[in-house]
């Protein structure tokens, strides 16, 4: 059985949305990311902030971050992982956070 999508309206050309937060480090876009990203665009998606919730997977947003015109991320440590984060993996946050070419708008 094939997934069904619902097309959104389109919005005027002036106009256009923003995915606020999305997850693109996630295994299950792994094989079709440039796909997903495609997609999001031709429905009007204009841009894309793709949330990193501990070290790791805030390293992988930057990466499809500098990949992706239009995708910006957001790094830092969600409070379900808070116990597991120290000095190191903050500073490595901090450091990600400030270079301008990894494209994060968010800490």
């Not at 239009?70 to 830092?76: D, I, L, M």
Request: glycine letters at 8%; aromatic letters at 4%; one cysteine or more.
């Amino acid at each position: 059985m094939s997934k069904q999508h619902a097309i959104p309206p389109r919005l005027p050309s002036d106009q256009q949305l923003i995915d606020t937060h999305c997850h693109l480090d996630m295994d299950a876009y792994a094989d079709d990311l440039d796909t997903v990203v495609r997609s999001a665009v031709a429905a009007g998606v204009g841009g894309i902030i793709t949330v990193g919730i501990d070290l790791h997977s805030s390293q992988q947003a930057v990466a499809i971050a500098r990949r992706f015109a239009g995708v910006w991320a957001t790094v830092g440590i969600h409070p379900h992982h808070a116990a597991e984060a120290g000095p190191a993996q903050y500073t490595e946050l901090t450091v990600l956070a400030a270079e301008k070419a990894n494209r994060v708008v968010g800490y």
